[in-house]
Nanobody, 125 residues
Framework: QVQLEESGGGLVQAGGSLRLSCAAS????????MGWFRQAPGKEREFVGT????????YYLDSVKSRFIISKDNAKNTVYLQMNSLKPEDTAVYYC??????????????????WGQGTQVTVSS
């Protein structure tokens, strides 16, 4: 069973940047894609982006595509979410998750298995 722990959340002003980290333990993730999701108050959890097992392929939610960058360090068993030009509408709890199937690059929630506990990101205007 893999455990995921997110870190790096916090309070930032609009236009600022944050980098979230998601460290995995219990299983090597070199064959698994990893994703980031977020859930704002009163809203459903939504897909933010995913990075392939190799780190070479990424997909993003349209509204973050030019601002967020997902990367993966297999040597450290860690995935990152670099968030730039943050907006108040980016305020949410951010979660990382592991794909359930090796070599797949999923983009829907049901294709992800283990989840972290989430980290709060708050963007003030």
């Amino acid at each position: 069973q893999v455990q995921l722990e997110e870190s790096g959340g916090g309070l930032v002003q609009a236009g600022g940047s944050l980098r979230l980290s998601c460290a995995a333990s219990g299983r090597a993730l070199s064959a698994y894609s990893m994703g980031w999701f977020r859930q704002a108050p009163g809203k459903e959890r939504e897909f933010v982006g995913t990075v392939s097992w190799s780190g070479h392929t990424t997909y993003y939610l349209d509204s973050v595509k030019s601002r967020f960058i997902i990367s993966k360090d297999n040597a450290k068993n860690t995935v990152y979410l670099q968030m730039n030009s943050l907006k108040p509408e980016d305020t949410a709890v951010y979660y990382c998750a592991v794909a359930t199937t090796i070599w797949a690059i999923p983009r829907i929630e049901s294709d992800f298995g283990s989840w972290g506990q989430g980290t709060q990101v708050t963007v003030s205007s």
